[in-house]
C-alpha cells in the first residue's frame, strides 16, 4: 500500500516568513495534488502535478515535484495570515490514478 | 449546481440504524469517488466510479458498506448497521474525466454521527 507522509504535521510561523511542507511517498507515482482544507470546510484544489520537475505557482504558494526522490514540496513565500489551514497532499496510484492517498495534513498557522 | 453537493450535511444516527448518504457531482463529470476523513486524518478512499459502473470499490472497509450510481450521476453510499466507528465525515469528488489529468473537486461532506 503507498504510504504518503508530510512535514511537519503542524506549522506556526509569523506573517513575512517563508516556509517549506515536504510530502514524501512510497512508490512510484507522478500524480500529485496539494489541497487545502479550512476548518470545517470540504478540500479545496490548490495544484496538480503531472511529470518530474512539474513547478506551479499560484500567489505565495509553490508546488514542485520530483518523481525520483519521491517528494513534493509546497513553498509558501511571506506568509499572511489568510494561508492558515490545513494543506494535504495526495498520491495517486500508477496505473490507477483514481485512488488517491492522502497524507496526514500540515496544519499552518500564519500569525499576525 | 456549480460544485459537488452533499445531502445531508450532519446526520446523527444510532448504533445499528442503516443511513444513506447523497452526492450530486458537477454536471458532465463522469468519474465520482467516495472518500471518509477522520479527525485530525487525511481522507481515505472508499470507492470510484467511472459512469454507472464502480470502477474500484476496493477503499470500502467491509460489506456493510454499499455504493451505487445507476444513472451516471447521482451517487449513494449506503452503511448498514452503522457502528460506533463508522462516524467520521464522508466526502464526495467528481472528475471531468478518470484519467488523473484532471483535479478532482470535493463536496461539503457529510459529517455522520453513530450514538
Redesign the interface.
Known amino acids: 500500500e503507498l504510504k504518503v507522509e508530510q512535514n511537519p504535521l503542524f506549522l506556526s510561523m509569523q506573517e513575512g516568513k517563508n516556509y517549506t511542507i515536504y510530502c514524501n511517498y512510497s512508490t512510484t507515482s507522478d500524480r500529485l495534488y496539494w489541497y487545502r482544507q479550512d476548518p470545517g470546510k470540504s478540500l479545496e484544489s490548490l495544484f496538480v502535478l503531472l511529470s518530474n520537475g512539474a513547478v506551479k505557482q499560484e500567489g505565495r504558494l509553490m508546488a514542485s515535484l520530483d518523481t525520483k526522490a519521491r517528494l513534493s514540496t509546497l513553498h509558501i513565500t511571506a506568509a499572511v495570515h489568510d494561508l492558515s489551514a490545513t494543506y494535504f497532499c495526495a498520491v495517486g496510484v500508477l496505473y490507477n490514478f483514481n485512488k488517491f492517498y492522502f497524507g496526514s495534513g500540515t496544519k499552518l498557522n500564519v500569525k499576525p | 449546481g456549480a460544485g459537488v453537493s452533499q445531502t445531508p450535511s450532519n446526520k446523527v444516527t444510532e448504533k445499528g440504524k442503516y443511513v444513506e448518504l447523497r452526492c450530486d457531482p458537477i454536471s458532465g463529470h463522469t468519474?465520482l469517488?467516495w472518500?471518509r476523513q477522520s479527525l485530525?486524518?487525511?481522507?481515505?478512499?472508499l470507492i470510484?466510479f467511472?459512469g454507472t459502473g464502480a470502477?474500484?470499490d476496493?477503499?470500502l472497509p467491509n460489506d456493510r458498506f454499499f455504493a451505487v450510481r445507476p444513472e451516471g450521476s447521482v451517487s449513494t453510499l449506503k452503511i448498514q448497521r452503522t457502528e460506533r466507528g463508522d462516524s467520521a465525515v464522508y466526502?464526495c469528488?467528481s472528475s471531468l474525466m478518470?484519467?488523473?489529468?484532471?483535479?478532482?473537486?470535493?463536496?461539503?461532506?457529510t459529517r455522520l454521527t453513530v450514538v
Do not use: H, I, N, R
Open positions: 468519474a469517488y472518500y485530525g486524518q487525511g481522507p481515505e478512499f470510484y467511472q470502477a474500484d476496493s477503499g466526502l469528488a478518470g484519467d488523473g489529468y484532471t483535479e478532482a473537486f470535493f463536496g461539503q461532506g
